[in-house]
């Protein structure tokens, strides 16, 4: 069964600041990796996503890099502002089992970034 | 195209009553999920639909639950004589898998509070 690790599961940092948000997965035969972001009592927005063959992926300040063999993925984000606030999650798609259709998050990190 | 929508925004209902949820993908999207949310975790998957078939039903579904893809458009969500372990956040999700790197786009969800 795979299962996905965020760490940490909380993180406060000042504006400005660069920041690495950590994510690990126990079956390395993904599909592909997901970032997420969720604001408080709202659904996801999706960030980046993965493919298996890949190894990073770049959108403005953000970037995440995935080494599937040893089961990691970070986001990075540069220059952090208040608008990053929320909760990010990780989710890989796919498993040995080849159940290339579902996702499966981790429990988040809930990002503040103080002005 | 306005992404995915979801119906109502927020369920109040009482223990024992039947609700039901609507979810509009995004329509070129052959794909639909249903993922629950409890607070301080990350969704976890319901069940799948590719076009009207329901491929996949997870174990975490009583058989209180019943979703519906009726011509492979719209989705509902039933849920019939609530539990208070039903309040959760219900996100829906579709996709369209003509290319590898095409992702998940969920709606803003449902949140439902048994009482």
């Known amino acids: 069964k795979q299962e996905v690790t965020q760490i940490p599961a909380a993180l406060s940092v000042p504006e400005g600041e660069n920041l690495v948000l950590n994510c690990s997965f126990t079956?390395?035969?993904?599909?592909?990796l997901q970032w997420f972001r969720q604001d408080p009592g709202k659904g996801l927005t999706s960030l980046l996503l993965?493919?298996?063959?890949?190894r990073e992926q770049t959108s403005g300040r953000l970037n995440a890099s995935l080494d599937k063999s040893s089961g990691r993925s970070t986001l990075y984000i540069a220059a952090s502002q208040p608008g990053d606030s929320a909760t990010y999650l990780c989710?890989?798609?796919?498993?040995?089992?080849?159940?290339?259709?579902?996702?499966?998050f981790g429990k988040g990190t809930l990002l503040t970034v103080n002005p | 195209d306005t992404g995915v929508s979801q119906n109502p925004r927020h369920k109040i209902t009482k223990r024992g009553q039947n609700v039901t949820f609507r979810c509009d993908p995004i329509s070129e999207h052959n794909r639909l999920y249903w993922y629950r949310q409890t607070l301080g975790q990350g969704p976890e998957f319901l069940t799948y639909f590719q076009n009207e078939a329901q491929l996949e039903k997870s174990r975490l579904l009583s058989d209180r639950f019943s979703a519906e893809r009726p011509k492979g458009s719209f989705s509902t969500l039933e849920i019939q004589r609530t539990e208070q372990g039903d309040s959760a956040m219900y996100l829906c999700?579709?996709?369209?898998?003509?290319?590898?790197?095409?992702?998940?786009?969920f709606g803003s969800g449902t949140r439902l509070t048994v009482v």
């Open positions: 993965i493919q298996s063959s890949q």
């Open positions: 999700a579709s996709s369209f898998r003509r290319f590898r790197n095409d992702g998940y786009t």
């Open positions: 989710a890989v798609e796919g498993d040995s089992g080849g159940s290339n259709y579902k996702l499966t």
């Open positions: 079956d390395s035969a993904i599909y592909n």
